[in-house]
């Protein structure tokens, strides 16, 4: 008997993430700079910490309720309604979970059927194409293009959809490119997403880490707002990505559809991280503020350095990523990141592990010290150096 042939044949035809194997080449190579991965440098804030730490001192080791704590849930929907003027109630439209990726992965379980159709703008976050084949559906790619910043138009939109479209998958602030989407570029989605009653799903864990303007969302429009499901969660906000911990927000029919998913398959997201989560919501807002700020400094100085270099990067105003043009050098993105890591010992990541869309770019995140972006631009402006490229400064 060959194991091989007993798995599924969506898994089997599942493609390893990309951002994991520079990952693994990164760490076998001493001295390397890690441009590459999508977390924050910094640790979770020492408030935080304590709490977590406090709440298993209390004993409160158990399950919690399996959308999550109610202290926790209300907490969540005072806080979308502070930051961003969004209502939800905690009792029937909050689910807390495991990071925003099992939001995302029980939204998909939880909407669709064999072969309906899930619009991904593209290059995205890499979960988004495996969780829908996985749930029976078939990805339609929008792909977003540099000279319109990373922008849904609703001529892309239009383009995708079909009698089969159910779901439109987007990501404002997004990763890769740090695109994000302001009020005034979502008012002319929203006629169209309303005519084909398309469910939305968005994915705004980056929506704390916004340079410049507010972070918007289609939750906004309340002609479509039970249309739209929210994704977020405390892990780049919050630099807790370790805790495991995010949410979902939207209206009750959907979301207790998703909590029957999440009561089978999970029970509660973890009781420790609820707990600190609290602390996060209650407390942790200058630390959000002082990480965004530093951020900032971090990215204008890649973006400026990158341009200077002669590969051209559009200025993302959120998230913590840029996405370079290395067209100009002449090599692929695998060749241009495979180069740099073996020549100069600097990971990035190859556009197209974000999908067809991210060809001829590469994503670079910025969350590390200025010291090592200082480091790594120079080990980059080095590697570059003999493709003679002109300054876009
Ligand atoms: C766009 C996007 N969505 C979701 C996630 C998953 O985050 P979490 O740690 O909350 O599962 C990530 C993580 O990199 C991300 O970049």
Known sequence: MKLEDKLSTVVKQMKPSGIRKFFDVAKQIEDVISLGVGEPDFDTPWH???????????????????AGLLELRKQICDY??????????????????????????????????????????????????PTVHMAGGVVKYLPLQHQDEFKITPEGLKACITDKTKLLMINFPGNPTGGTMSKEDYTKL????????????????????????????LAHFPEIKDQVLIVNGFSKAFAMTGWRLGYLLGPSTILQAVIKIHQFAIMSAPTTAQYAAIEALKNGQKNVDAMRLAYKARRNLIVDGFNKMGLPTHLP????????????????????????????????????????????????????????IKEALSRIATFVEPFNLTSTK
């Open 317 to 372: 105003k959120g998230a913590f990523y840029i996405f370079p043009d290395i067209r100009p050098t002449g090599l692929t993105s695998d060749e241009f990141c495979e180069r740099l890591i073996k020549e100069q010992r600097v990971a990035c990541v190859p556009g197209t592990a974000f999908g067809e869309a991210g060809t001829g770019f590469i994503r670079v995140s910025y969350a590390s010290s200025l010291e090592e």
């Open 80 to 129: 979308y309604k502070r930051r961003y003027d969004l209502e939800y109630q905690a009792e029937t439209d909050c689910l807390v979970t495991i990071g925003g990726s099992e939001a995302l992965d029980n939204c998909f379980r939880a909407l669709l059927n064999p072969g309906d159709e899930v619009i991904v703008a593209t290059p995205c976050f890499v979960s988004y194409e």
């Open 190 to 217: 929203v006629p169209i997403i309303k005519e084909h009653e398309i469910i939305v799903i968005s994915d705004e864990i980056y929506s704390e880490l916004i340079y410049e303007g507010e972070h918007a969302s």
């Open 48 to 66: 935080i910490r304590e709490a977590g730490i406090y709440s298993i001192e209390q004993g409160h080791t158990h399950y919690t309720e399996n």
